[in-house]
């Protein structure tokens, strides 16, 4: 078989080679072979071995490459064999590379060996097994044990000058390892420390080596001299893929160059000479204001440290406000340590240079970041006015350091205020970002030279004011009355401040009335003309008079006494808003007088008679009270009084009331008229007759009474307390006193008529000098009247209405409906939220849980309406069982059972029915379930429509099935016999005999559906 592939193969090459005669190049044969090609071979197509060249030794431990060629018969590259090749060694312990696909017919793997000795390498075609394994020629394979380095004969070299030297690979006997070829990495070894060396004339540490040998110029920067006799500087060699093998030189000392630069370090650099750089880091940041430590260095050429003595200088370019501690100064040893302060924030420099020898080179340092430090205090930009009140403007705050720099990491609120008073600007409350905030400020306060101040938290507070600027008023808005005691404060928001001072009654004092913005500012230049009007409708003052130059100052008098009021308006512009003064407390005058006040007259104190309103007609013989005051001479009451006063009337057959002593400057004294039309009633002062009396006058008739009834408030809730009155009065309303009948009352809904629901806490009482105020409760929330009725045959009072609605919620009611669910049917859950009289509380927030069972949930309602009630739609499951379901309301909750059952629970004995109806066999069963009064012996028997028994099951007494109560029976839809029933209408019969005598014969239709 394989011969005749072999064959086919060799055909089709022919073939090919035919086809191909005249083509250049000529195309390769069928693959036939394997060729692997080591360092130091390469392919000759067309050759007997098909390469040409030696294979170079190799190293123990060191990788090399292998190319594997896939080859016709002449060794021709077959570029389109993409097999899988596997790699091995006559090295057992070779490090081998994974299997991998030729391509384009070749591939070039990685190889390590890891003894002495000679070995092949071997090629599998893991795809084609019938290609034989290539193999490659033997491999001298060596082993690196260390370097060695040539003898140092001149122990003193010096940094920066080039020194020869040769390094020998050598094996474990001390041999050359002529199959190294490096690289190795050279390094200095000092120390302080590694120093940097270089290859001369390649910038780089690192060596080829050929046949196991390097020769050539090496140049060392980093000077040593601390051990000026022995040397401590070494040169060190290794291996990059074995740093194991390596290899050291004899000790010798680097001596520094000439003194030829100044080094400046920085905090966050650290010296580190014969480096490129001359150090290591990179310069911290630095704090505006904050002084740091800056080291200068007398150097050579690589940043090897060397002695002087000259002056140096550190300045900086970058900040024009930097300071250095000190100025300048002398190095020692070498060496010189200064102070540098930043103050500029950003990016900034340091240079430092020699100031004694000019030729010696300078360093300029790393940009060194300064930031601002802690905030200091607040800066404005410029603010540009005139401003107008009311119109938002820009602002930028920013929040800075001792140097004026913006602190970029500042994020906190900050207070802004103007000098115009508190809350004369909004906003009031900023927060700065990055250390800046910029907005938008209403100044409401008008001034010539306003400012801004803005303060932080902290304690004590960090703080900065802006510019001054003009704030000029906006447009006429109001008016605005100054009372003494008082001082305008434009931009604030009542726009005065202070307190208004007492005023005596009858004094004449002056308040300001002014024409303002909406900020309370002056508006000068308004000249309109202004009513005035007090709480004291007998105040002392101009009508109307006109502002000048948008103010004017107003003499004044209140009489009054107590907190009295001044209104300003404007009467000729009717869109200017009116103002009322703060209330200022008017102080009667002594005791000077006693007036007399009739039933339905009140004091009106700096009246012409003291008194307002209008006495009430008084019945013919029935008493009526007149109420006497002490008073100042402008009729305001006056305590502490205790003379005896005595009434007189113009009626000779008045009852008149004996004199009495007045209590805190008042007496209320009762009395009678006897003869009809207007009689008056005087009153006079007998402790001290000089007292001035006064004179009221009171109709009397003759008319019938009646009963009069209120209630107050107009709401109460159900349970709180509200106040019903009832009085006699005659046709003007006067109470008669001696009436004081015995009242009933009834409440009546004001809506419909209809007696009231609840009940009412009061029924019945009796008058008392003619009236009664009772406390009342009602319990059921609705609208009220109240109709009052006394057994002295006075015509009935109804109150006005008082509309009574729901107390605080104090329960909640649950109910379903149907009070029992089948399975998979709908329910309709009600919850009530009630208070203590089962009145519904609307406007409740109602959530509904399912506690336990497998039904659905779902509420209608989140909030009770206005009964009171919220509702959920509730979901049955499939098979009985019974779901607990709690509504709550706030703190308040209540569960409800809900039974979900295939009878119902409440139904009696003798009750059948079954679940699904009609059912599907044999998928599906049924359930029959029904309720027996007593245990009983149960025959199930089930027939077809003909009545043709299909199944009988029996069942004990007292066992499942014949238990009183509900029983279950699951019928498969199976015969006697095991087999499906068809398709149809049959009949259950349940018969339950018990006690010798048959309880229930119970009938129901099934319905079987296949």
Not at 214 to 241: H, K, Q
Not at 570 to 592: E, H, K, T, W, Y
Request: with cysteine.
């Amino acid at each position: 078989m394989r011969q005749a592939l072999r064959a086919a193969r060799g055909g089709a090459w022919f073939a090919l080679f035919l086809t191909a005669l005249g083509a250049s190049p000529a195309l390769a044969g069928p693959y036939t072979r394997l060729q692997v090609l080591l360092p130091g071979e390469t392919a000759a197509p067309g050759t007997t071995g098909g390469k040409t060249g030696s294979p170079r030794a190799q190293v123990a431990g060191i990788p090399f490459d292998v190319t594997i060629r896939a080859c016709d018969n002449t060794w021709t590259t077959v570029s389109s064999v993409t097999n899988s090749i596997q790699i091995t060694s006559s090295d057992a312990s070779a490090t081998l590379p994974d299997p991998a696909q030729l391509q384009a017919g070749a591939r070039t793997f990685t190889v390590t060996m890891n003894a002495a000795g000679s070995f092949n390498v071997l090629a599998h075609d893991q795809t084609d097994n019938t290609i034989p394994d290539g193999t490659s020629a033997a491999v001298t394979v060596q082993v690196l044990a260390r370097f060695e380095f040539a003898g140092i004969a001149q122990k003193h070299k010096y940094a920066g000058v080039q020194d020869g030297t040769t390094i020998w690979a050598r094996d474990p006997n001390g041999n050359t390892v002529t199959g190294y070829t490096g690289p190795a990495i050279l390094r200095e070894i000092t120390s302080y420390g590694d120093g940097r060396i270089e290859v001369s004339g390649t910038g780089s540490a690192a060596v080829t080596f050929a046949n196991g040998t390097w020769t050539g110029n090496v140049t060392m920067y980093r000077a040593d001299e601390t051990s000026i006799n022995r040397g401590n500087v070494n040169m060190y060699a290794y291996d990059p893929l074995q740093p194991s093998k390596d290899g050291t030189s004899d000790p010798f000392i680097v001596h520094p160059g000439a003194y030829s630069r100044v080094q400046l370090i920085v905090p966050g650099e650290t010296p580190l000479p014969g480096s490129v750089s001359g150090k290591t880091g990179s310069p911290a940041t630095q704090a505006v204001g904050t002084g740091f430590a800056a080291g200068v260095y007398s150097t050579d050429a690589y940043w090897n440290p060397v002695p002087s003595s000259d002056v140096v200088r550190i300045i900086s370019a970058t900040d024009p406000i930097e300071t250095v501690s000190p100025s300048s100064g002398a190095l020692s040893s070498g060496f010189r340590q200064f102070t540098v302060t930043l103050n500029t924030a950003g990016t900034q420099t340091l240079t430092v240079s020699d100031l004694t020898n000019g030729s010696i080179t300078g360093m300029t340092s790393p940009p060194i970041q300064v930031i601002p430090a802690g905030v200091d205090h607040f800066a404005f930009n410029t603010i540009t006015g005139p401003l107008t009140a009311g119109v938002p403007v820009s602002v930028t705050v920013r929040a800075v350091d001792s140097g004026g720099n913006t602190v970029t990491n500042y994020a906190a609120d900050a207070i802004l205020a103007a000098n115009t008073g508190t809350g004369s600007i909004t906003p009031s409350q900023i927060t700065l970002t990055a250390g800046t905030w910029t907005g938008l400020v209403t100044f409401k306060g008008a001034g010539g030279a306003v400012a801004l101040t803005c303060a932080d938290y902290s304690a004590p507070p960090k703080i900065g004011t802006s510019n001054s600027f003009v704030v000029n008023p906006g447009p006429f808005y109001g008016m605005q009355v100054i009372l003494p005691g008082e001082a305008a404060m434009g931009g604030t928001a009542t726009g005065k401040s202070g307190t208004p001072s007492d005023q005596t009654a009858g004094t004449q004092f002056t308040l300001t009335v002014r024409a303002v913005d909406q900020f309370w500012n002056l508006v000068p230049g308004v000249s309109d003309r202004i009513g005035l009007a007090s709480t004291d409708s007998f105040a002392w003052m101009p009508a109307e008079t006109t502002l000048v130059n948008g103010q004017i100052l107003v003499p004044t008098r209140l009489h009054k006494s107590g907190y009295q009021t001044i209104t300003a308006t404007d009467l000729d512009q009717g869109s200017i808003q009116a103002n009322s003064s703060s209330p200022v407390r008017v102080i009667g005058g002594s005791f000077s007088r006693v007036l007399i006040l009739a039933p339905g007259e009140f004091p009106a104190p700096g009246s012409a008679t003291g008194r307002g309103g209008t006495a009430t007609d008084q019945s013919i013989n029935y008493a009526f009270t007149v109420t006497v005051l002490a008073t100042d001479p402008w009729w305001n009451p006056v305590g502490g009084v205790t003379d005896v006063v005595r009434i007189t009337s113009g009626d000779p057959l008045a009852q008149l009331p004996p004199d009495e002593a007045m209590v805190d400057g008042r007496a209320e004294m009762t009395m009678r008229l006897s003869t009809g039309g207007f009689q008056q009633i005087s009153v006079s002062d007998v402790t001290n007759p000089s007292k001035t009396g006064s004179m009221t006058q009171v109709r009397a008739i003759s008319s019938g009474f009646h009963l009069e009834a209120s209630v107050a408030p107009s709401t109460a809730a159900a349970g709180d307390y509200f106040t019903l009155t009832v009085k006699v009065t005659n046709d003007a309303g006067s109470v008669i006193q001696e009436i004081n009948s015995f009242v009933t009352v009834e409440v009546q809904n004001a809506s419909d008529g209809l007696p009231g629901r609840g009940t009412l806490l009061t029924t019945q009482f009796q008058l008392l000098q003619g009236q009664r105020a009772v406390s009342e409760t009602y319990t059921f929330a609705e609208p009220i009247l109240i109709i009052a009725r006394d057994d002295a045959g006075n015509a009935p009072a109804t109150s006005n209405v008082i509309t009574i609605t729901p107390g605080p919620p104090s329960a909640v009611r649950l109910s379903s409906d149907p009070s029992w669910v089948g399975g998979n049917k709908h329910a309709t859950l009600r919850a009530w939220v009630v208070d203590d009289y089962e009145n519904g509380v609307p406007d409740q927030p109602v959530t509904w849980n399912l506690l336990s069972g497998t039904g659905t949930l779902t509420p209608i309602d989140n909030l009770t309406g206005a009964s009171g009630e919220a509702r959920a739609d509730f979901l049955s499951p499939r098979q009985p069982e019974t779901d607990r379901i709690r509504a709550s309301s706030n703190a308040l909750s209540r569960d409800l059972d809900l039974v979900v059952a295939f009878v119902d629970p409440n139904a009696s004995g003798g009750t059948a029915t079954n679940y699904p109806n009609p059912f599907h066999p044999p998928g599906e069963p049924t359930t029959i379930a029904y309720k027996i009064n007593d245990d009983a012996t149960v025959t199930i028997r089930i027939f077809t429509q003909s009545g043709d028994l299909v199944l009988r099951e029996e069942f004990a007494s007292g066992a499942a099935g014949g238990r009183a109560g509900l029983n279950e029976f699951p019928w498969d839809g199976r015969n006697g016999k095991g087999q499906v029933v068809s398709s149809g209408g049959y009949i259950a019969l349940i018969e339950a005999q018990g006690q010798g005598s048959t309880l229930h014969v119970i009938r129901r239709k099934i319905a079987v559906v296949r």
